[in-house]
């Protein structure tokens, strides 16, 4: 076993101990509504595979290392891709589908207008599935909440957790909490079931028909306010999400006026690199906006996509990318 898989072993030990444990209670306190002995038969495996030491990492079909990246992204994994069955493979590959079109169907309405404020967004995976996180959620009360975020990791895991975010606050929104209150609220129901070292940076905010946003960014790239020509970042108020169940956080207000945007996105963009292995970088980005500040929300994103590609030079995206343009128009 490699020096760095057994580095990882005592303290991924002692997470899969405390999510068993977690597990069992959610088990006994569902009184059998929800069915978690199997993942209870999977965690305890991995415990007792940790416990031996030399067996935990290795593929049970051909005795090697299953590798860092797989293990980390599924610290329960068994089994190498290369040794799965055409069968297998063919299985997974209609499964990978299936969860896209499940992760579709939970995004935004395209060109989303409510109340005198205008959404467009982008929402590209990197692989068959994304870890990144957008929604819009209107209320009684005639605001509208928009949510941006970034689940650590790539691949079916990051999805998940990405899918377990947007329930938590969907159904924590309607509860009339402050932007603040909401993202404390989400934080502690999800770092209690998510096994570390998963974390997601997040920013959720309120947008008031009169032009009043209310913003808390825990540990995200920093949304930018566009204004007048001048374009404003609004730093993160917080750790991401994930790491401390009791982490408190703050929010930010702001006024925008009819005709100003607000940009929100993931580091698919910023992180963005050519040929050369140069980053795309935030004050590229804030060239283009300055220079394209003015267009409508769709058609900026359009033009940040086309220079970001431009910029690629033809290679790869290697990170899920999602943009998000909020304007306020008016009534």
């Known amino acids: 076993m490699s020096a760095t898989v057994q580095a990882i072993i005592p303290d991924l030990r002692t997470e899969l101990i405390n999510w068993r444990q977690r597990l069992e209670a959610s088990a006994k306190s569902s009184n059998g509504n929800f069915q978690l002995s199997g993942l209870l038969r999977e965690v305890q495996s991995a415990i007792e595979n940790l416990s031996r030491g030399e067996s935990y990492g290795v593929c049970q079909v051909c005795h090697d290392l299953i590798g860092q990246a797989a293990m980390a992204a599924d610290p329960l994994a068994r089994f190498c891709l290369s040794c799965l069955t055409p069968q297998q493979l063919s299985e997974l590959e209609q499964d990978l589908d299936r969860a896209w079109l499940i992760q579709g169907e939970s995004l935004p309405k395209q060109n989303f207008k409510f109340n005198g404020w205008e959404v467009g967004y982008y929402y590209h995976p990197a692989g068959p599935v994304s870890g990144d996180y957008c929604d819009l959620v209107v209320t009684d009360e005639a605001d509208l909440y928009f949510m941006i975020g970034d689940v650590s990791g790539k691949g079916i895991a990051a999805s998940l957790l990405m899918s377990r975010l947007h329930a938590i606050f969907r159904s924590l929104i309607g509860t009339g ?6 993202v404390e609220r989400a934080n502690g129901v999800f770092a209690e079931t998510t096994m570390r070292p998963y974390y997601a940076t ?23 306010h566009l204004h007048d020509g001048k374009v404003t970042s609004i730093p993160a108020t917080g750790l991401p999400l994930g790491l401390f169940c009791n982490e408190r956080y703050s929010a930010t207000r702001i006024q925008v006026a009819n005709g100003d945007r607000l940009l929100l996105y993931t580091d698919g963009l910023s992180e963005a690199r050519n040929s050369n292995d140069v980053e795309y970088g935030k004050d590229r980005l804030q060239l283009m906006l300055n220079q394209f500040h003015e267009l409508p929300t769709q058609s900026l994103i ?24 909020i304007e306020m128009v008016g009534h």
Do not use: K, W, Y
């Not at 033009?303 to 998000?324: H, K, N, S, V």
């Open 177 to 182: 909490l402050a932007v603040s209150e909401l």
């Open 202 to 224: 997040l920013v959720c905010g309120r947008a008031s028909a009169n032009g009043n946003i209310e913003i808390c960014n825990a540990g995200h790239l920093a949304p930018l």
């Open 302 to 325: 359009n033009q940040l996509l086309d220079d970001a590609r431009t910029f690629a030079e033809g290679t790869p995206i290697t990170d899920d990318l999602t943009l998000m343009a």
